[in-house]
């Protein structure tokens, strides 16, 4: 299938999630409490099935989800999302124990999920991370010396049988959506000291955990946003993702693909603020004639409308590419959420410009989305990283053997 072009049917069910969005998701989102987990929103996505689709669907599919979402609202785009990426891991590295327990309660909106990797020195650089995942010693008969753990410990540690392999983490994990309210989190932890990337591995820790705690962060994102401290919280074999120490790749495995839906978001918040503009300088008059008329103003916008279709294609793109197990994934991924979220930003903030005052009264939807777009050239990989990540790969292949 050609990256520019949607099918009959995909189209149709865009406008259909954008009526949705509209009708029934954003009136949810508007009784719901900035910065904490809004579980009615959550529910509702459940009921419509659009979180069984997280995973049930391919990339082009999760972005054509964000975008149009997005255009209406963003905060049922955003809570779509989060579980997303946070239970993506369970779905693709998880014994069949794991996904039966969490992934049909994530799926109907009733268990919250979040991707627990950012740390206080290590957040763009997540191969640095710090959280320590500290192996408990075993005596002789391989039973482990520590002391049992309580009884709300956790389905999966305590059916640990005796001899399997323990750990307890101790350390921080910042700037984690969903923190502190999530029910479960995908926590990447060092395994192996001074082992770099190759010493990560990736656990599933309950919120109900002994020594895990967390405090909500007061952002400028209206999505809930926290700190987690984890002070020797228990952990064992039966809640590893994955491989021990191959945690990372579980982390860049999921942010391949969830990196072109952030552009996604981006785009269906562009789109928003494009055609606010559109109808904005389409009818308010000025300087004896309204704004369209002004070949500056006119210029401005078809500069807005270019940039957020390059940014679309670019997306539609780097998600057909990971559907169809193209070559070159992460720098298609890493292209399209550079290029559309640096995009949303100039778009939004030139639509705020187009409307003056107005436009940012508390309450107005560009006021909203200016707050809104800011943080995605942050999460998963900052534009600087995204660049990183282009560059890299664009010289391995100029110096690979021909």
């Not at 039966?100 to 997540?126: C, H, I, K, Q």
């Not at 900052?382 to 890299?392: C, N, P």
């Amino acid at each position: 299938m050609p990256a520019f072009s949607l099918e009959p049917d995909r189209i149709a069910w865009c406008a259909e999630l954008r009526a949705l969005a509209a009708e029934r998701l954003s009136p949810l989102a508007e009784k719901g409490e900035p910065g904490r987990v809004n579980r009615p929103l959550l529910a509702e996505l459940g009921r419509l099935g659009l979180l069984e689709r997280l995973f049930t669907s391919g990339a082009l599919d999760l972005c054509l989800m964000r975008e149009s979402l997005a255009y209406a609202c963003t905060e049922a785009e955003t809570a779509l999302a989060l579980q997303g990426l946070g239970a993506h891991p369970v779905h693709a590295h998880g014994t069949p124990a794991q996904r039966a327990r969490l992934l049909p309660g994530v799926m109907e909106g009733t268990v919250v999920a979040a991707f627990a990797l950012s740390e206080p020195g290590a957040g763009s650089d997540a191969a640095a991370l710090a959280l320590s995942a500290d192996a408990e010693p075993h005596d002789a008969d391989g039973a482990s010396g520590a002391r049992a753990a309580p009884e709300h410990a956790g389905t999966a540690l305590a059916a640990a049988p005796d001899g399997a392999s323990r750990w307890r983490l101790t350390g921080q994990k910042w700037w984690i959506s969903n923190a502190p309210e999530a029910d479960f989190y995908t926590v990447f932890a060092r395994t192996s000291p001074g082992a770099g990337a190759r010493g990560v591995t990736a656990f599933l820790v309950p919120a109900d955990r002994p020594g895990l705690t967390g405090t909500a962060l007061d952002m400028l994102s209206p999505h809930p946003i926290g700190s987690l401290d984890f002070e020797g919280v228990p952990v064992t074999a039966d809640d590893v993702l994955g491989e021990k120490d191959r945690g990372f790749r579980v982390a860049m495995g999921t942010l391949n693909l969830f990196r072109p839906s952030v552009g996604a978001f981006a785009v269906g918040m562009a789109q928003a603020a494009l055609d606010a503009s559109l109808v904005h300088t389409a009818w308010r008059e000025a300087f004896g004639g309204r704004l369209k008329d002004l070949q500056s103003v006119a210029h401005q916008v078809a500069e807005m409308a270019v940039r957020t279709e390059a940014a679309r294609l670019m997306v539609y793109a780097a998600a057909a590419a990971h559907d169809d197990g193209a070559d070159g994934v992460p720098r298609r991924a890493a292209m399209a959420k550079l290029l559309a979220t640096e995009t949303a930003q100039y778009v939004i903030d030139t639509a705020v410009q187009l409307h003056g005052a107005r436009a940012l009264r508390r309450g107005h939807l560009l006021e909203h989305l200016y707050r809104e777009v800011r943080a995605p050239r942050i999460y998963e990989g900052a534009s600087e990283v995204q660049r990183e990540i282009i560059a890299k790969e664009l010289y391995a292949a100029e110096e690979a053997p021909r």
